[in-house]
């Protein structure tokens, strides 16, 4: 080959240009943080794929399976049937779970979380009745005691063996939308719910949004069963140990991406650090990233989960998860299963 003009002015361009993308990289990871980091995503992929559950979105199925079930304030409302629902429609409270169901023949209506009687003040079990509805009703039993001067002396008071004091006077705890089952004092109503958790007296605490639609719903002849374990009536009972799975592969999922996020700081870290030698070694100013501020704690408040109609003709076909192509960073096109 001739060196001529134009050659020698190619090959300097040339050399110019890998110069220049060579000084646009920047500084580089390590190979084997790269190759952690590449494992890593295998990682999730894969956990990705082994969490979509086997049912579709919307059914009760599908709740059950999600949510952290039971321990949840999730509440599940299939409105179609709650329209349907009326005196005859069965209460189901399991103590095991903490959770109450209200059943339009074998399909569950809705299913919402409630809190029952501590260790000492065990919620008793047993079939009942609803024998009064109250919308606004306060205690007899438990409450506030307060002095002469209206000061509060006693915030958890128990009239079984409190006494009030001359000139006193106890006022009882609110109880929204009550609905009494025996006449010592059992019934369900409005208060405090955690999920999971034992925190009345005795009676089922519920949230104020289902206490309201059950007290629209019931009659002085519902029944209410109150169960230690689950009930032999409930219909999903393959999806909730599946679910167990199910939860098992959320967890997998969330440890590979922490894992990842973790590593992806550290690359980070790793390519701040070289930057700021290569700053430090031609003499510039060290700039340091402002700390990342700290959110506050988020305490979960109760929420509806709607039951949406799926058509007839999507019924049984699930759309599967696409595998990612890795190379073009999409999702590979797969067929629907006929």
Not at 97 to 114: E, L, S, T
Not at 126 to 137: A, F, H, I, N, T
Not at 263 to 285: C, N, V
């Amino acid at each position: 080959m001739k060196h001529t003009p134009f050659n020698i002015l190619c090959v300097l361009m040339l050399g110019i240009v890998v110069l220049s993308t060579t000084s646009c990289m920047g500084p580089q990871i390590s190979p084997e943080l790269a190759a952690k980091i590449d494992a890593a995503e295998d990682e999730l992929d894969r956990a990705r794929l082994l969490e979509e559950p086997p049912h579709l979105p919307g059914t009760y199925e599908h709740f059950v399976t999600h949510h952290g079930y039971p321990t949840t304030m999730k509440i599940y409302k299939d409105e179609q049937l709650l329209a349907r629902a009326g005196g005859s429609s069965p209460v189901y409270i399991c103590l095991e779970q903490q959770r109450g169901r209200i059943y339009v023949g074998d399909r569950v209506a809705a299913d919402w979380p409630v809190s029952t009687g501590v260790a000492g003040r065990p919620t008793p079990t047993g079939s009942y009745r609803v024998l009064e509805k109250k919308p606004d009703y306060a205690s007899n039993l438990y409450g506030k005691i307060k002095d002469a001067n209206g000061k509060t002396v006693n915030y958890n008071a128990d009239m079984t063996k409190d006494t009030i004091p001359d000139g006193g006077r106890f006022d009882g705890s609110p109880m929204p939308y009550w609905q009494r089952l025996t006449w010592d004092g059992l019934g369900m109503h409005v208060g405090k719910v955690k999920a999971g958790k034992r925190l009345s007296h005795g009676c089922i605490r519920t949230p104020r949004e289902m206490a309201k639609d059950l007290f629209d719903i019931t009659t002085f002849r519902t029944k209410v069963h109150i169960v230690d374990q689950l009930e032999s009536c409930y219909p999903a009972r393959d999806a909730l140990v599946n679910g167990v799975g199910y939860q098992d592969s959320v967890r997998r999922r969330e440890e590979a991406e922490a894992k990842l996020a973790a590593l992806r700081k550290q690359a980070e870290e790793e390519i701040a650090a070289k930057l700021a030698a290569e700053q430090k070694a031609a003499g510039k100013k060290v700039t340091k990233a402002a700390p990342a501020k700290k959110e506050a704690p988020v305490v979960e408040q109760p929420t509806v989960v709607k039951a949406t109609p799926t058509p007839v003709s999507n019924i049984g076909r699930i759309q599967p998860v696409m595998p990612r192509s890795k190379k073009a960073n999409s999702y590979i096109h797969m067929p629907l299963p006929r």
